[in-house]
């Protein structure tokens, strides 16, 4: 179906689409303290061979990785959902949040990204009795969809409404399951004896019914794939093995101008021309560790921002590919370059990447975001020690402390440097370490180290690091009890 279509599709619907009724339900925002439950990380994450041989870093993929922050799955009645979706509108991350098994309970976070290295979550809202499967944005309001006790259903909720009132929608089949927004309309994609809804401005829908329909991709042409199709709405089609997609699993598409990304299960990923429908590449399913569940190894979700191609392949993690010009093929090849390497094993059943983000949603685990450069200018990172504070420390070997009669943000020095952009701030028994652009945290268990001192107990040399006892970790926001001075010891990677 071209874009032409497209127009065509809408007038249909202003000459003939039905104006379906709405039933509003109050939902009430979380509570959230002063830390929330995101907390702030910026720690450089290695790309490095699949699972089991996790040992050697990849100097060739050209990009340097860093985990910005962990955002904790919100409590809906006490139970933890898990994150299943994330759109991007602006400077806000919009993540949907669903309770895996029978029961339905629900949640979105707002989250602003304004700043990538200190995002932050400006609203909360939970549901109570709704599974929110996926989201996007649209004409000013959050759109969303998924399921409750009546069925699949799509909805509407103003950011700035404070009593998040929900417009409810009704759709074909028990759950929505995949969403998204192109040229003013949505498409809205429900499981079995379902099919694909688009809806327009004024609230018209066209149905398309598709057997047990997972994703929908929106370019020249719409597609849907379900489990035994990629279809597209002229009726061109690529057949399936109907054993690759797992019962009511998470199988989605991605798109680009020159192809069409496949994330099938069992099946691995798939990658096709978009205009021809042609198989341009074969991505097999994750290697399957000796003693583990198939089937939890599998390839969920996938995502394409050129020239990186992100596979969330279940319990062995984010695989990391690259688009790479084959000269004496004439084509590109997606090569796999490793995995992100979290420290161990986490199974990733989404992923999506726009600009230089990339959302993972770690089920139970919650959401990791992360930003990305490029390391093509010969950016050499090397491993320092850094101080927070404006004050220089006696004794032969150098360090700095922060002086609290002396101002509540002082600087950071890495390698008896200053470092650009990065500084410590202690506001009302908060410390806050903003590490700036060209600084990480080093992959430590320890790589934060506090330690206060009262009047008259300031040492008159470095004291040594392992003898801290305030604090000792890996986060960048943090309660400390108030003293006039503390040393702060980081271990950080600096870019040269």
């Not at 008896?416 to 430590?444: C, H, R, S, W």
């Not at 470095?462 to 943090?478: C, E």
């Amino acid at each position: 179906m071209k874009k032409i279509f497209t127009i065509l599709l809408m007038a249909i619907f202003l000459i003939n689409g039905c104006q379906k009724d709405f039933q509003e339900d109050p939902v009430q925002p979380a509570p959230d303290g002063p830390r929330g439950r995101l907390q702030v990380k910026n720690q450089v994450i290695r790309v490095v061979q699949a699972p089991g041989l996790k040992t050697m870093h990849s100097t060739r993929l050209g990009f340097v990785f860093t985990l910005v922050a962990e955002v904790d799955a919100p409590e809906v009645n006490g139970q933890i959902v898990q994150a299943t979706h994330v759109a991007i509108e602006g400077n806000l991350a919009f993540v949907s949040y669903n309770m895996r098994g029978p029961q339905n309970l629900g949640a979105i976070d707002i989250i602003d990204i304004t700043d990538p290295a200190q995002p932050s979550i400006v609203k909360t809202i939970l549901f109570e009795n709704r599974d929110i499967n996926t989201l996007g944005f649209y004409n000013g309001l959050i759109v969303l969809a998924g399921q409750d006790s009546n069925g699949a259903f799509y909805g509407f909720i103003d950011p700035d409404d404070e009593e998040n009132t929900l417009e409810v929608h009704r759709l074909v089949s028990h759950s929505a399951v995949g969403m998204t927004i192109s040229d003013d309309l949505v498409y809205a994609v429900s499981a079995k004896n379902g099919g694909l809804t688009i809806i327009d401005a004024e609230g018209n829908e066209e149905f398309f019914a598709f057997f047990d329909a997972r994703s929908v991709a929106v370019g020249e042409d719409v597609f849907v794939l379900s489990k035994e199709k990629i279809q597209t709405l002229n009726g061109a089609e690529i057949l399936l093995d109907p054993n690759h997609i797992q019962n009511g699993s998470k199988a989605e598409l991605d798109l680009s101008d020159q192809y069409l990304f496949a994330a099938m299960n069992r099946g691995g990923a798939n990658i096709y021309d978009a205009e021809n429908l042609s198989l341009v590449q074969a991505i097999p399913r994750p290697v399957i560790p000796e003693d583990s569940d198939p089937e939890n190894y599998v390839t969920n979700s996938v995502s394409f921002n050129d020239p990186l191609l992100f596979l969330a392949n279940g319990g062995a993690g984010i695989a990391v590919n690259k688009r790479v010009w084959n000269e004496g093929m004439n084509q590109d090849d997606f090569l796999e370059f490793g995995y992100f390497d979290f420290g161990g094993p986490l199974s990733s059943n989404y992923v999506m990447s726009r600009g230089n983000f990339v959302f993972v949603a770690t089920g139970l685990g919650g959401l990791k975001i992360l930003t990305f450069i490029e390391d093509e200018e010969g950016c050499s990172w090397t491993m320092e020690t850094a101080f927070g504070g404006s004050n220089a420390g006696g004794g032969a070997a150098w360090w700095y402390y922060f002086d609290n009669s002396a101002g509540s943000t002082h600087p950071i020095y890495a390698g008896q440097e200053l470092v650009e952009g990065a500084f410590v701030n202690y506001t009302d028994g908060i410390m806050t370490i903003v590490l700036g652009p060209k600084m990480v945290l080093q992959d430590v268990s320890e790589a934060v180290k506090i330690q206060g001192y009262n009047q008259g107990e300031l040492p008159s040399s470095r004291p040594p690091a392992g003898l801290f006892t305030t604090y000792k970790g890996n986060d960048l926001v943090i309660e400390v009890p108030y003293y006039p001075y503390y040393v702060i010891h980081l271990d950080v990677l600096v870019c040269k």
